[in-house]
Nanobody
Framework: VQLQASGGGLVQAGGSLRLSCAASGGTFSKYTMGWFRQAPGKEREFVAAISWSGGSTYYADSVKGRFTISRDNVKNTVYLQMNSLKPEDTTVYYC??????????????????WGQGTQVTVSS
């Protein structure tokens, strides 16, 4: 599975961005899709995930209520709508595909396929 993330950019604090991740080369609807982010010198951290059907979503506490993950299994694309952005959201965001068990859905080791990352910068 190949993943291509896009939609990053520069936005003021309080603003919004929508990230997209287009998948190819596999059966998209088989996979749980996740978004992670990684700042320089830090571990890659979980942001959000969505089950193969879209029926279940999961969020890190730091983004709950501000970010929304969704997917379109016809377009083979997963989205991350980011609202009320804060300067501390500034980093590179990665999409990922995998088949984790529910208890491991926030673990980066659970995802076999990764996109190339897209930079999000939030100015204060």
């Amino acid at each position: 599975v190949q993943l291509q993330a896009s939609g990053g950019g520069l936005v003021q604090a309080g603003g919004s961005l929508r990230l997209s991740c287009a998948a190819s080369g596999g059966t998209f609807s088989k996979y749980t899709m996740g978004w992670f982010r990684q700042a320089p010198g830090k571990e890659r951290e979980f942001v959000a995930a969505i089950s193969w059907s879209g029926g279940s979503t999961y969020y890190a506490d730091s983004v709950k209520g501000r970010f929304t993950i969704s997917r379109d299994n016809v377009k083979n694309t997963v989205y991350l709508q980011m609202n009320s952005l804060k300067p501390e959201d500034t980093t590179v965001y990665y999409c990922a595909a995998g088949r984790p068990i529910t208890s491991a859905i926030m673990r980066r080791e659970s995802y076999a396929y990764w996109g190339q990352g897209t930079q999000v910068t939030v100015s204060s």
